[in-house]
């Protein structure tokens, strides 16, 4: 089996520091837990930034700030930037720091309800976002929240707005999309051609079950704060890296090898 590609989201849109008082929000407190999920195992860091109030931000300054701070704590770790933002921001602010050019960017393929918001992706959005992805050499990661999306994402491909090979991301436990029930996973990897990969991003208690069966089925794995911010039902994480460390046990137990960024950037096929 490929080696496992574990994600961390560590910071994320909607998480607060009242609901974890561990969330990273400043570029410094961002740099030391991406330091920390590194070291623990993960390759990839999925970001969002804020404002030092912990308000959500698209800014490209702070994008270009918190990037910085983490290549300078972890020089190789592939750093996938959020095109989602937060709920209700506009186009050109979730556009905006494709332009500094970060080897991942997350494209989300559909408008959905979004616990007791929208989540709103217009096709023509979807298709500037993924136009500007590409011209600037970033490799989409597909963010699917229930099969219509991944469905559409295979007629964007027919059609050219997306490329081969497609990375996607299964995003499951939204209240208004699938819910974390495994057999939804099934269904979903089922629907794939051989040519892709794909990983799996549980929310709340679906985080760990989703992420077992991932290890065990070949695809690859989010954990993370933006997800997810306990460790046990009623127990908060201490941190990020610990949500981590579990998977890292469990990829051990069960003979997987875990990817360094090398690894991944190759599995990706990321130059
Ligand atoms: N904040 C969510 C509404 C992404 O990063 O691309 C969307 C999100 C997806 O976080
Ligand atoms: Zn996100």
């Known amino acids: 089996m490929n080696p496992l590609i574990i994600t961390c989201a560590i910071t994320g849109a909607e998480t607060t520091k009242k609901d974890q008082s561990h969330l990273p929000i400043t570029p410094k407190e961002q740099a ?3 330091k920390a999920a590194v070291m ?3 390759s990839i860091i999925h970001l969002h930034v804020r404002e030092n ?5 698209q800014q490209v300054e702070r994008f270009a700030e918190a990037i910085g701070a983490i290549k300078k704590e972890v020089n190789d770790v592939i750093i996938q930037i959020s095109t989602g933002g937060a709920l209700g921001e506009n186009i050109e602010n979730r556009a905006r720091p494709l332009q500094l050019k ?3 960017a997350s494209l989300n393929l559909g408008t959905m309800n979004f ?3 929208i989540f709103y992706n217009h096709p023509k959005d979807i298709e500037i976002l993924a136009k500007k992805i590409y011209e600037n050499e970033i490799l989409p990661e597909l963010e699917v929240y229930e099969a219509g999306m991944l469905e559409s994402a295979f007629r964007l491909c027919k059609k050219g707005i997306l490329k081969d090979p497609m990375h996607f991301q299964f995003v499951l436990g939204v209240p208004g999309g699938m819910s974390g029930d ?4 099934l269904h979903l990897v089922s629907l794939l051609p051989s040519n892709v990969g794909w990983a799996v ?3 709340g208690r679906y985080e760990l079950p989703l992420a077992i069966h991932a290890v065990l089925l070949g695809g690859h794995v989010r954990v993370g704060f933006e997800d997810n911010i306990y460790y046990s039902k009623g127990v908060l994480a201490e941190s990020n890296a610990q ?6 046990r469990i990829a051990e137990e069960t003979g997987r090898e875990v990817a360094t960024p090398l690894v991944a950037r190759k599995l990706l096929g990321i130059r």
């Open 182 to 185: 495994v057999r939804n996973l």
């Open 243 to 248: 949500l981590v460390e579990r998977v890292v």
């Open 53 to 57: 109030d912990g308000t959500p931000s």
């Open 32 to 34: 030391l837990a991406a």
């Open 40 to 42: 623990a195992g993960a």
């Open 102 to 104: 970060p080897e991942m």
């Open 115 to 117: 616990g007791d918001n």
């Open 201 to 203: 991003a549980g929310i």
